[in-house]
């Protein structure tokens, strides 16, 4: 290993590393909260984070690697070991590092011959699969071990959004936000896979606070963890790049509202004022391209090579080559340098390429190529508990009286983050599969629903007496579908048992339930033939199930007929091929078989005899 390659290495372990003691030192440890200036109030968060750290990783114990996990693994690893971040490229590599680190120690076997450097390549799909064909059944041992290696994210998510919302309304409202926090479905669900998505809501909302509290009482130190703390968000969520925009939306704001400063003399305020956000954007760029040990930070911009439409569009003239899907730059800017790691720009490059092709969505129970830009809206409205959509619109009304208003701004610092997510996610219509993308925006949401909780008059005692029981609501509904909280759906959407008429895909069968379809064939008596179609990565064998690939008939006008021929046995089939998802599954012979959309929708003429969380459903033929 050469002398750069050494460096950039030792970098890279040393920010990984070092993630778990930043995220804690930001003056937010146990240490230092002050609740109500007592004993009590410190007792009461150790004990819900303790609580909600048990549930995740208990969670992500029970439950088999989802699709992405299966790809995001040896990505991280790629990204420690060889310096690399092609792999997964589409998403900043953080919480892979964090998942591969415990990971190490284990010493998976990994093939490298898979990765590719090309625009636009997922070399991911590549080196996933062998992955698992190397580790085999360690993979599940594997895969726990990336997931508990991004708890500190559970954690930190956790404290950030009581800091803020006891900053904001009180201590009630902290306990609040931390408790909607703790126990919601979609944190406890997704908090348990080493996917990108509560880690970058955790990193956003940590962001979120910094900056707030910047503006609050500009300083040096704060300036610095505002800087620090959004290059950390950058390098867990491509999304996050809406703060920038947001965060000079509301400096601009505070500045014209604010004229005067006890702390600074105008002429002084006025120059750390002009200086003080490009030095915070400056400090998170600087953190943003060491997460990428500075791989590609600052090449020429005539030296990229782009496959979307919107990067080859905005970087006109151009000339195309043969394949049609590449540029070469002719112009002035050519010879520009890009202040970004090289790979993050073609991860952004390379999102985008993937959400202009039309990919097969569902949503209500409608199929087809191509979005909604209102899958997003729905998604939340049927995945979050009925309790919390009742904070929200209780929120709303609250934000008209001042009893329960902080300043304008200070509620912008919650709303104008929530708002941009909510409008890039929805403006991507290409497919629709995975609510998950706009979760970022949950933090932000339980601080704001906290003011409900906001010490008042009292009159207004009603107010908090509804909401302690939306929030008991929330818990109880959340609680009642553990440990399989991915699957959630709310009491409005008929609960998980119909999820799948509302979504499928991450939303509530991602292949997390192969280890306890085990559990539940091995309780079974008899010796029946075991059909299965399962929705995921993993090969069931490497779960010790032993079965065969059912019909997949090669036109629709054989629906009808197949279920009258199914072979006599037990068919465990994921919910999502049921509802008509294309997948390229398992046979049961060691290979994988291409099913179109819609293979295995004649089950819908079968009625089911079991299910196996709410993923995979068991249905029996030949009575």
């Known amino acids: ?250 400096w601009v704001i505070r500045k014209w509202r604010n004229n005067s400063d006890t702390h600074t003399s105008p002429k002084s305020r006025k120059k750390l004022r002009s200086l003080a956000l490009p030095a915070i954007f400056g400090i998170a760029f600087l953190v943003l391209n060491l997460s990428y040990g500075f791989s590609g930070t600052l090449k020429p911009l005539g030296n990229y090579r782009f496959v979307s439409r919107t990067f080859r569009n905005l970087t006109s003239p151009i000339t195309l080559t043969e394949s049609g899907n590449e540029l070469t730059w002719r112009s002035s800017l050519a010879a520009l340098p890009v202040p970004l790691p090289r790979d993050y720009v073609m991860g952004m490059d390379s999102q985008r390429h993937d959400f202009e092709r039309p990919r097969w969505s569902y949503m209500a129970g409608e199929s087809r190529y191509g979005g909604w830009w209102y899958y997003y809206f729905y998604g939340l409205a049927v995945k979050l508990p009925v309790g919390l959509l009742l904070l929200c619109v209780g ?28 409008f890039a996610v929805s403006s991507q219509t290409g497919f629709s599969q995975h609510v998950r993308y706009a979760f970022g925006i949950l933090p932000f949401l339980f601080v704001w629903c906290s003011k409900l909780m906001r010490h008042v008059a009292a009159p207004q005692k009603a107010v908090r007496i509804l909401t302690i029981i939306c929030i008991a609501g929330t818990i109880v509904s959340s609680l009642a579908v553990y440990p399989h909280s991915q699957s959630y759906f709310n009491e409005f959407a008929g609960g998980p048992e119909n999820g799948h008429a509302h979504l499928v895909d991450s939303n509530v069968d991602w292949g997390q339930d192969l280890l306890l379809l085990k559990k539940w064939l091995a309780n079974q008596s008899g010796s029946e033939p075991l059909y299965v179609a399962y929705y995921g990565e993993i090969d069931p064998r490497l779960a010790g199930i032993q079965f065969q690939l059912p019909a997949v008939p090669e036109a629709k006008n054989t629906f009808a007929d197949l279920p009258a021929q199914l072979p006599p046995g037990l068919y465990a089939i994921s919910v999502s091929l049921v509802e008509g998802m294309p997948y390229t599954i398992f046979d049961g012979k060691g290979d994988r078989k291409w099913c179109a959309p819609g293979s295995f929708s004649y089950f819908k003429k079968l009625q089911p005899i079991a299910r196996v969380g709410y993923s995979i459903y068991i249905y029996r033929a030949g009575d």
């Open 395 to 422: 929120a709303f009304i609250a934000t008209f009286f001042r009893e329960y208003r902080t300043s304008r701004w200070s509620e912008l610092c919650l709303l104008m983050p929530m708002g941009l997510v909510l």
């Open 1 to 250: 290993m050469g002398n750069a390659s050494l460096l950039k290495y030792r970098i890279l372990n040393w920010l990984a590393e070092s993630q778990i003691n930043g995220f804690f030192s930001l003056k937010m440890s146990l240490q230092t909260i002050r609740v109500g200036k007592t004993q009590r109030g410190t007792v009461w968060v150790v004990l819900l984070l303790a609580i909600h750290l048990g549930l995740v990783a208990w969670n992500g114990y029970v439950h088999s690697p989802v699709i992405d996990e299966v790809a995001y693994l040896p990505a991280g690893i790629s990204h420690l070991q060889l310096g690399r971040f092609e792999a997964a490229r589409v998403s900043p590599p953080l919480v892979r590092m964090m998942a591969a680190l415990p990971v190490l120690f284990s010493n998976p076997e990994v093939d490298w011959r898979g990765l590719d450097d090309r625009p636009g390549v997922r070399s991911e799909w590549v080196i996933g699969p062998k992955f698992v064909e190397q580790n085999r059944s360690r993979i599940f041992w594997l895969v726990t071990l990336g997931r508990w290696g991004c708890l500190p994210f559970c954690l930190l998510g956790g404290l950030v959004c009581f800091k803020w919302a006891s900053e904001l309304y009180g201590f009630g409202s902290g306990i609040t936000a931390l408790l909607l926090w703790c126990f919601s479905p979609n944190i406890l669900g997704h908090g348990a896979l080493l996917t990108p998505d509560i880690g970058g809501a955790a990193t956003g909302v940590l962001a979120g606070y910094t900056f707030w509290r910047w503006l609050e009482n500009p300083n040096r130190i704060r300036l610095l963890w505002a800087g620090f703390c959004l290059g950390v968000a950058l390098s867990t969520r491509t999304t996050w790049i809406v703060l920038v925009p947001a965060w000079i939306t509301l």
